[in-house]
């Protein structure tokens, strides 16, 4: 599994990330079934055009990918992008502890 958490910014590079996952899975067909791909983009300055282009690029690069590369009978490949908000309360998680 591949993950990427960023920020929804021009910077941040993930349109040319959905690019490069492309490429791997084009040069690498043993890898389809077995790899996911999941982008997590925090959505920042939503009302600037450039950003709103941004998203819908990005968007319709994820469609393109996943059409491409989904079969019939089973996804080979899983990408999606999650909009998440900041919470008005933060969260920490522990990893479990174990029980003697």
Known sequence: MIVGIDRLDYTKGILER?????????????????????????????????????????????????GRFTSEGGCRSAISTARCRRSTSPRTTSPPTSRS
Do not use: C, N, W
Request: proline share 4%.
């Open 18 to 66: 959905l690019h490069g996952f492309e490429r791997f899975l084009e040069q690498s067909p043993a890898f389809r079934r077995r790899v996911t791909f999941v982008q997590i983009a925090v959505p920042s300055r939503e009302r600037v055009d450039e950003y709103r282009r941004m998203k819908r690029e990005i968007d319709e690069s994820v469609g393109r990918i996943s």
